[in-house]
């Protein structure tokens, strides 16, 4: 009797390609670490150290005692909506429709997804400056986009240059990315750098997502939207949230303001994939709109002090430490030491018990630097600067 052998074929993995395409994010790593230690301060998260403020958590739980628990609209709650475009009028003078330019996401994530889902084809380059927030190459690739990442330096306070974004232009670029206050770097673009930006776009029909989850986080210098320059905002999709100015990160609210055609295209993916934001968290960012103000300006007013303290203590160390001027982030040069910033942020794990995360982590212009959360307590960022001085001393190269 003959047996009938299959032909071998090669395995195809489960895996799709596009998931293939991205590495997972190297954070996680370091997160591990820290969950196998004890004692360890950690400087790592991206995230305030507050507790929601409790008007927002008891205007959720009024809401879920009042059985407020269905799905609302694709969009958002009109209210949260109406509140929002008000909010963007006030701030920036922007008019956007509640009804056609806004939707509520979750997070800036979902949002930042939603953008480039909804405008990149399969081949597209998106330009950012780097080091940048990790979601954004990735992003990018997921869509099947191309992401092109413009160093930025901190001789140049890592501010994106207009030129740099014009020479990378090609026939394929079809939008620029933008986070400023800028995570990892702290950097906060000035107003007339940002015009020159601005003109780029105008000049070559680019669109331009701008992540502004830290808009309210800047200390000394005023925010500038980008939606708000002159001709920006009918090629604008304004990415914003709640997690860090109002301590909501677990509540998971952001939002997209943009040009109708784009929300709409946004809105079909998130019809589909999530419904609409959790209804007693846009309960919550409703009434942060409306009453949550005095507690951002109290947390900045905390953050800035957090950050003068750092910004100091790294420089008394002797680390290079350009002046973050947004977000809660430093960006020390940890170069002195002759280690590479995975290898630094690693020893003064196990050597000092304070995690931090490397540079590199944010695209290899990152290397040579770490980011340092500042938005933990006075006594911790106290004691985590002097682990990290008794590292320095016996690392000096
Ligand atoms: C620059 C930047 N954009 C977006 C996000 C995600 O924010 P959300 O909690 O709104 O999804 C973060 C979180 O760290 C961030 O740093």
Known sequence: MTTIRPIKTKKRSPVSQRANSIAPSGIRKFFDLLASMEGVISLGVGEPDYAT???MREAAIYSLEQGRTMYTSNLGTPELRQELSRHLEHRYGL????????????????????????TIDPGDQVIMPAPCYVAYPASVSLSAGEPIMIPTVEAA???IDAADIEAAITP????????????????????????????????HD??????EIYARLV??????????????????VLLGGFSKAYAMTGWRIGYAAGPKEIIAAMTKIHQYTIMCAPTMAQVAALEALRGGEESVLEMVADYNRRRKLIVKGLRDIGFSCFEPKGAF?????????????????????????????????????????VRICYAYSLPHIEEALRRLASFVQRHHK
């Open 53 to 55: 403020p409790w008007r």
């Open 95 to 118: 008019k956007y429709d509640p009804a056609t330019e806004l939707l509520i996401t979750v997070g800036v994530s979902e949002a930042l997804d939603l953008a480039m889902r909804a």
């Open 157 to 159: 306070n890592f501010e």
């Open 206 to 211: 680019l669109l331009v997502m701008s992540d």
């Open 329 to 369: 982030y430093a960006f020390p040069s940890v170069k002195v030491t002759g280690l590479t910033s995975n290898e630094f942020v690693e020893k003064v794990l196990l050597e000092e018990k304070v995690l931090i995360l490397p540079g590199s982590l944010f695209g290899q212009q990152g290397e040579g630097f």
């Open 172 to 203: 394929r670029t079809r939008a620029i990315l933008s986070g400023y206050p800028a995570n990892p770097t702290g950097a906060v673009m000035p107003r007339e750098k940002l015009e020159a930006v601005a003109e780029v776009a105008r000049k």
């Open 219 to 236: 200390y000394g210098i005023e925010h500038t939207c980008f939606a708000a320059l002159p001709g920006m905002q009918e090629r604008t």
